[in-house]
């Protein structure tokens, strides 16, 4: 699969399932792409998963910027996806377009933002401008303080047929694709039914054209850290830890080097 946003709307078209996972880094991007997953998401998670912080606010354009060149480069297959982290491309359409140009230069195929219908004006200025956007609903991390923390969106009549509406708004104002988080799976598969666009879900249910996972919660690299929704396939934490402390063993009982 090529990293082209077409390959992507010809396979919703077709019906045939999609996969994206995060990463961060040279090593992961790598691995991603001999694995076969058809994007990486270079997701301002970082900020929790890299630097231990309690949500994602924290992260900068730089550290965005600088991340999506290093996996940009590193891989030829997926398609390459960048966030736009918190304070961006809020204040206006035209900062969110000054930030979007540089991630589009450092390699990203496609642009992410969070929110729903505030960001409808902003989506519509950004792809009239050749800017790919993906438009993120339902739990959005940069607003968890106001939310009150990692809830599941979208659980009322009324929150649902919000999401239901944002989603159709976005998605005629032209984005690209839209990712959804945490929400029920009926209203996710209802959503995807009535767009045109491919749609990504975290914690969403079956029902969507793609899903998404971050690397480390599929790697076990975080333990008691991954949200309910995620799976580990891997107990990396354990076995890396082991293989440290077998080093260190081995150096202070002169095994190695030999």
Known sequence: MSRTLNAWDKAKRE???????????????RLAEAAGIDALLIGDSLGMVF???????????????????????????????????????????????????????????????????????TVSFLSQRAVPICAHIGLTPQHVRQIGGFKRQGKTPEAAAQLLEDALALADAGARMLLME?????????????????????????????????????????????PSFSKTYLDGASLITAALANFADEVRGGIFPT
């Open 15 to 29: 019906s045939r399932k999609m996969t994206m996972i995060t990463a961060y880094d040279v090593t992961s991007a």
């Open 51 to 121: 630097a231990g912080d309690p949500d994602t606010l924290r992260v900068s354009l730089e550290q965005m910027e600088y991340h999506t060149a290093i996996v940009a480069k590193a891989v030829t297959k997926p398609l390459v996806m960048a966030d736009l982290p918190f304070g961006s491309f809020e204040d206006s359409p035209a900062q969110a377009f000054a930030s979007c140009a540089r991630l589009l230069k450092a390699g990203a195929q496609i642009v992410k933002l969070e929110g729903g219908a505030p960001m409808v004006e």
């Open 182 to 226: 945490a929400i029920p799976a009926e209203l996710a598969a209802e959503i995807t039914a009535k767009v045109a666009i491919p749609t990504i879900g975290i914690g969403a249910g079956p029902g969507t054209d793609a899903q998404v996972l971050v690397l480390h919660d599929v790697l076990g690299l975080t333990p008691g850290s991954a």
